[in-house]
Structures are given as structure tokens and as C-alpha cells.
């Protein structure tokens, strides 16, 4: 249990369910507050508590609806600096924005830098994130940026399964390490999905680099959008021979019509976490199980309050 003189815990509207979550874990009940739009939609809050000293650790992921979420995050560090508190963390279990992290073509923004300056600009001391879509953003960060990963939580559901005959599946060539990482724990082979993405949210799926005949296979990625792509791979991996074909994916983006595609899917299972609240109309989907990070993303709290190491959670 963690002392809610050393910590306090303000949540958003963005994820109630995961905030009580680490309120549970640490024993640390959330700052009662007013968070609520004006008829304008605008954001109106207020600390109906003494905050005065404190390190506060907000938790509101950058999810769908993505601008409003940021803007009430924003907002809630603003109300909490002018608090006189010690120092504001925002827990952002899914980092909006992300995905633009470069110029990849002529005169587009870089987004993910944006969000950073904004966060930084808004009194935010520390950055406490899960699984960033791309490392570099921790770089565009001037204040200590926290990246835990969520492979522990989903390795352990994968190994308590005992799937025979493993074959640990990356999407693409950028989500290798990850694969591979994912592989070696679970003493798996691996493969990797060759495909091209002629266009933003769309992607062809072109070859398979490695073998998953009779195999089991388990594809391992960070985001998972409108399902599209990965219910492509998981029909290539199953044309190959494959025995049968799991998803795993921290954050559940689910933006349509990815319940169509998980549905109408050769997939056996698509496993997410809680970074992102799953929307009522997926709950009665059968094929997706959630995973909870609360446990995770509060004992990485406990730790940076107490001063003990945060980095034996980086696996």
C-alpha cells in the first residue's frame, strides 16, 4: 500500500475503470474532482481537495475521442499546477498521436512532438506511458519519460494457454524486436509479415519470412486500428498452414469497422489490454479478451514515488 501523503491519483473521463484499477493496487483512493463540459463543450475542472505539495499522477490515455481526451488532460495538469502541488505525472497508458512521429512525405506535421510540447507546456514534470508506438518520441521529451511494456501482461496470459508449436508473428519490420523479445521468452520461433502501406490505415500484405505450417501462430503488435490488416496476415498465416492464429495487441484503437473484421476473422482469439476503455458494441464479441495494466502501471507508480527502480519493469 502506498501513502496518499506520498501520492495522489487524479483521474480523467477517459478510462475510469483502468484509474480505479490502480487506485485499488496501490490503496490510494483517487482525488475527488469535477471534471464536466460546459454546454459549449468546453471543459470545466475543479479539485474539490487540498492538493497543495503533493505529487499527483493523472491518468488519462489520449483515446478516441482523441482531441477531447487531450484537451481535458491538458487542462486537468493546468488546474493542478495552480494547486500548488509538488509535481504533476501524467499517466498516459495510450499516447495519442503517436503515429505521426516523422515527415514521410512533403509539408505533414509531426504530431507526436506536438503532444509533447503541449504536455510540457502544461506544467506535466514526468511521463508515464505504455508501449509508444516508435521509442524516438521518449526524445522529444525534455522531462523523464517513462515506456513500460505491456508484454509481460500479455506473455503470461500466452503461457498459462500452452499453446503447442509456437511461432511468434510480427506484422511488419518495425515491430521485430518486439516479436522477437516476445519469441525468446516464450521460446518460440518467429516470423515476420511482409506488407506495404500504399496509404495511412490501409496495408497489403504481400509475403510471410518464415515458417508457420503446423504451427501455432501468435501475431504480437503495439496497435491494433481497424483490425484490417491484421485479419489479413491471420488469413495468409492460415492459407500457409498454420493450425490457428491469435492477435495480440496493446492498445485497442478498434476504430470501424474492426469489429466486422475481428468477427468475420480466421482468428482464434484477439487479446488487448485496458489502456484504452473496449466501447460497449465489443463487449459482447467473443473472440476479444482484455488484459488489465493497472497492476503494472501502479507498481511503477509505487516505485517512482519511493525512489526504487522503475527499469526491471522495462521487459
Given at each position: ?40 463543450g468546453e471543459l470545466f475542472v475543479q479539485i ?117 508449436d509456437l511461432v511468434i508473428v510480427s506484422p ?144
Amino acid at each position: 500500500m502506498l501513502s496518499a501523503n506520498r501520492a495522489r491519483l487524479f483521474s480523467g473521463t477517459a478510462n475510469r475503470s483502468l484509474a480505479e484499477g490502480i487506485s485499488n493496487y496501490l490503496g490510494v483512493p483517487l482525488v475527488n474532482a469535477d471534471v464536466r463540459p460546459f454546454r459549449d463543450g468546453e471543459l470545466f475542472v475543479q479539485i474539490n481537495e487540498n492538493v497543495r505539495g503533493a505529487n499527483v499522477f493523472v491518468i488519462q490515455p489520449a483515446c478516441p475521442p482523441v482531441n477531447d481526451n487531450l484537451m481535458e488532460l491538458l487542462i486537468m495538469i493546468d488546474a493542478l499546477k495552480r494547486a500548488s502541488v509538488n509535481g504533476v505525472t501524467a499517466v498516459m497508458p495510450y499516447y495519442g498521436y503517436a503515429r505521426q512521429d516523422r515527415k514521410v512525405q512533403p509539408r505533414v506535421p509531426i504530431t507526436a512532438k506536438l503532444v509533447a510540447d503541449l504536455l510540457t507546456t502544461s506544467g506535466a514534470a514526468r511521463i508515464l506511458t505504455v508501449d509508444l508506438h516508435v521509442g524516438q518520441i521518449q526524445g522529444f521529451f525534455n522531462i523523464p519519460v517513462d515506456n513500460l511494456f505491456a508484454t509481460p501482461v500479455i506473455y503470461e496470459y500466452i503461457k498459462h494457454k500452452k499453446l503447442k508449436d509456437l511461432v511468434i508473428v510480427s506484422p511488419d519490420a518495425g515491430g521485430v524486436e518486439r516479436a522477437r523479445a516476445f519469441a525468446s521468452r516464450l521460446n518460440a520461433s518467429l516470423a515476420i509479415m511482409d506488407k506495404r502501406r500504399p496509404e495511412p490505415g490501409v496495408a497489403k500484405v504481400m509475403n510471410i519470412i518464415g515458417e508457420v505450417k503446423d504451427k501455432t501462430a501468435v501475431i504480437v503488435d503495439d496497435i491494433i486500428d481497424s483490425a484490417g490488416t491484421m485479419s489479413e496476415a491471420a488469413r495468409c498465416i492460415m492459407d500457409e498452414g498454420a493450425l490457428a492464429v491469435y492477435a495480440c495487441g496493446t492498445h485497442a484503437v478498434f476504430s470501424h469497422p474492426a469489429i466486422e473484421n475481428i468477427e468475420n476473422s480466421t482468428f482464434t482469439e484477439v487479446v488487448v489490454t485496458d489502456t484504452i476503455p473496449l466501447r460497449e458494441e465489443y463487449k459482447g464479441c467473443a473472440k476479444i479478451k482484455v488484459l488489465s495494466v493497472a497492476e503494472l502501471l501502479g507498481e511503477a507508480i509505487r516505485r517512482i514515488c519511493e525512489g526504487s527502480s522503475v527499469s526491471s519493469l522495462f521487459i
